[in-house]
């Protein structure tokens, strides 16, 4: 008999989205699906709509309390050997758990990650499917992807053994951003084998301002940061931390860190100096100007001194517009005048 596969659906305020998730389920061509949808304290009518799946389906309700909270409640119900977390705004082609399991079976592996594709919703309420397809392939090391922060998988494309979840941390409840790439990292930190499976059968929306990454930047960047803050806590108590992953994580630091140039000075300098503690000799590739400078000075002054060029160099812009508007309003004014003279 196959074993069981538990589909896990956090829920709140998507009833748009949410009976194409579940429909797509049930439309799997694997046999042994056990479906879990957590209500978390809607106030559209979501209810309404899992009800309407009468038994076909697990639920339970309850007061808002986070997606993650709402994760991890589904797991302590889910009666699975397979998870599959599913954001009740994505959805999956009906093979795909079906070629999952088969393949974490032939390759003996924990976790495998399959490709994906965006579903993008605009603001005038049209939609499109994004004809690129995400397919990073396999890479030689699944943390320091994570760390480094230039690689992520759609919680959609995933499907984890239940041995897999069990023995990682969970779902940080507290987090309020970049929950998927925490959940990731506590999984692999316990050295599962993690597989790419190649094909397309996975579907993940990008629309308006539902999500904390498109409403509030800060507070994502700061989750991000987070996130790396427990990851490098987490490798030091391993006794894991090498050089490798220390640089993975100050180019995870740098590349959040460019949005703090401008947004909060300090906070960008802490960035910074975060990256140099982890990689006392840290360097970057720019231009020729930067990295002389970085030669000489290192990377701290080379990247303060570029801030300060390109802030200098937009006030500059800036005063030669005025400067412009001002030469043009002078010569309105002189040709008014002549003509003025003309005229008398």
């Given amino acids: 008999m196959e ?7 956090p829920c709140f305020n998507a009833a748009r989205w949410l009976r194409e998730a579940i429909d797509s389920c049930l439309q799997q061509t694997y046999p042994r699906i056990e479906i879990i949808v957590i209500d978390d304290g809607s106030t559209d ?9 009468e038994d076909k389906i697990i639920w339970e309700t309850g007061p808002n309390r986070g997606g993650n909270r709402a994760r991890n409640r ?20 009906p093979e795909k758990i079906e070629k999952q399991v088969l393949f974490l079976e032939k390759t003996g592996a924990d976790v495998v990650y399959g490709d994906w594709k965006y579903k993008r919703h605009l ?30 998988v759609a919680p959609v494309a995933l499907l984890f053994t239940r041995a897999a979840v069990d023995n990682c941390s969970g779902w940080d409840e507290s987090l309020k951003g970049a929950q998927d790439r925490d959940f990731f990292i506590s999984v692999v930190m316990n050295d599962p084998k993690v597989v790419h499976q190649p094909g397309c059968d996975s579907f993940y929306r990008k629309h308006g301002n539902t999500t904390v990454s498109s409403s509030n930047k800060r507070l994502l960047l700061e989750s991000h940061f987070l996130v790396m803050e427990k990851a490098e806590v987490k490798l030091v108590q391993l006794d894991k931390l090498s050089n490798r992953y220390r640089q993975a994580l100050a180019q995870g630091y740098l590349l959040k860190s460019r949005y703090y ?26 231009s020729a100007a930067y990295n002389l400078i970085q030669r000489i000075s290192g990377f ?26 001002i030469r043009y309003r002078i010569k309105m004014a002189k040709g008014l005048a002549f003509s003025a003279r003309l005229q008398r």
């Fill in 3 to 9: 074993k069981l596969v538990s589909v896990i659906i």
């Fill in 45 to 53: 009518n979501c209810l309404e709509i899992i009800k309407s799946y």
């Fill in 74 to 93: 589904g797991f302590a119900l889910s009666q699975g050997e397979y998870i599959q977390y599913l954001d009740a705004d994505d959805y999956m082609l």
């Fill in 123 to 152: 603001p005038d309420g049209t939609s499109f499917l994004e004809a690129r397809e995400f397919s990073s392939g396999p890479k030689e090391d699944i943390l320091e992807s994570l760390l480094s922060d230039h690689w992520w």
């Fill in 261 to 286: 140039k401008y947004l909060d000075y300090s906070r960008y300098v802490w960035v910074l100096r975060k990256i140099l503690f982890l990689c006392p000799e840290f360097k970057v590739e720019g």
């Fill in 300 to 325: 701290l002054i080379a990247e303060i001194i570029l801030r300060a060029t390109i802030q200098l160099t937009k006030r500059l812009k800036i005063i030669l517009k005025l400067f412009q508007k």
